[in-house]
């Protein structure tokens, strides 16, 4: 799959900081259940790859990809515990070059139209717009749809269950990605049914441009 088909796997990707890798398996369980088959992981804990590897193993409907990537030596650890995809809060040439290397099908990160073309010109036309919120958000993404054309968006940052419908009704938007699906209480409580609920409720949404 490369990232557009991922993107089109479901309308939110649940971002997830994952501190206890023993609730990796029973999270990706929940929110595989209510829908979501995209799971992103950030490599922003020491549990992340272990995760990883744990989410990929007990969900074999969930396609878990790697987030956070910051440093282009990250693609081979999450790829080596069994990421699919990798998502970037920017997108550096030498990122771009290893997850292309890698064959990782990578969501990197963009705020602006010159970032945006940076990534197209090297043949990355499905991005995240990040942080998408403070960005300008909706009605920034709106604006880049015409000068843009031919470039599809994750919207991620600042996303809630009050706002993805926004996003998702944008013809340049595939899907958005955020952490509203997994909040940490629920995580700590063990509360897999109520995620699994927020979970489900977030795939119900309809993205205009899948
Ligand atoms: C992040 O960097 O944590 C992601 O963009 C998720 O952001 P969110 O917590 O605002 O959904």
């Known amino acids: 799959m490369n990232a557009e088909e991922i993107c089109r796997l479901a309308p939110v990707i649940p971002v997830l900081t994952i501190r206890d890798a023993r609730l990796a398996a ?8 209510g829908g979501l088959r995209a799971l992103e992981v950030t490599l922003r804990t020491p549990a ?22 910051t440093r282009p030596d990250q693609v081979a650890q999450a790829v080596e515990a069994g990421a699919r995809f990798g998502v970037s809060p920017g997108a550096t040439p030498a990122l771009m070059e290893a997850a292309r290397a890698a ?14 073309m940076a990534a197209m010109e090297r043949g990355f036309t499905t991005l995240k ?3 998408a919120e403070v960005n300008g ?6 604006a880049w749809a015409a000068p843009l054309a031919g470039l599809k968006f994750c919207p991620t940052g600042g996303i809630t269950r009050a706002n993805a419908r926004d996003y998702l009704a944008l013809s340049n938007v595939l899907c958005v990605g955020g952490s509203w699906v997994a909040p940490a209480d629920l995580v700590a409580a063990e509360d897999w049914r109520a995620i699994t609920r927020l979970a489900a409720e977030a795939a119900a949404l309809r993205p205009a441009a899948a």
């Open 26 to 33: 029973p999270l990706a369980r929940a929110l595989s259940a």
């Open 48 to 69: 992340a790859l272990e995760a990883i590897r744990a989410m990929a193993a007990a969900a074999p409907d969930a396609v878990v990809g790697a987030g956070t990537l």
């Open 103 to 116: 064959g990782l099908p990578l969501l990197p990160g963009v705020a602006t139209p010159s970032e945006a």
């Open 129 to 131: 717009f990040f942080p």
């Open 137 to 142: 958000g909706v009605a920034a993404l709106s």
